[in-house]
C-alpha cells in the first residue's frame, strides 16, 4: 500500500521559513495533481496550494505572496516552501496526490498523515 510521507515541519518564529516535502513510500507509476492541506485546531481542513503535472500553481488567498508550491516530477514529489510564517499559520499540513502507483492501474487519490507547523515567538 502506497503511503504520502510528509517531512519538514516543526517550529517557527513570526517571519521565519520552513520547506515541507511529500514523497511516496515506494516507487509509483505517476502523479497527477498534487496538493497541500491545512488543519488548524477546531476548524475545518482547508486547501492551501496545489500544483498540476505540468507545473501550473494555485494558492489559496491567505497564502499567496508567502508560500512557494513546487515539484519534482521524477521523483513524484511536491514541496512547499513557507515564508513570513503567521501565527495563524499555525496547523497540522497535510499532503494529498492523485496517484497512478502502476503502469496500468487507474488514479486515486492519497493523502500523507500531516505534519505539525507551530509558528510562535
Known amino acids: 500500500q502506497v503511503q504520502l510521507v510528509e517531512s519538514g515541519g516543526g517550529l517557527a518564529q513570526p517571519g ?3 520547506r515541507l516535502s511529500c514523497a511516496p513510500s515506494r516507487s509509483i507509476f505517476s502523479a497527477k495533481t498534487m496538493a497541500w492541506y491545512r488543519q ?11 500544483i498540476s503535472s505540468g507545473g501550473t500553481a494555485t494558492y489559496a488567498d491567505s497564502v499567496k505572496g508567502r508560500f512557494t508550491i513546487s515539484r519534482d516530477n521524477a521523483k513524484n514529489t511536491v514541496y512547499l516552501q513557507t515564508n ?10 497535510y499532503c ?26
Open 84 to 93: 513570513l510564517l503567521k501565527p495563524e499559520d499555525t496547523a497540522v499540513y
Open 16 to 18: 521565519g521559513s520552513l
Open 40 to 50: 488548524a485546531p477546531g476548524k475545518q481542513r482547508e486547501s492551501v496550494a496545489a
Open 96 to 121: 494529498q496526490g492523485k496517484l497512478t502507483t502502476t503502469r496500468w492501474g487507474s488514479d486515486a487519490d492519497y493523502w500523507g498523515q500531516g505534519t505539525q507547523v507551530t509558528v510562535s515567538s
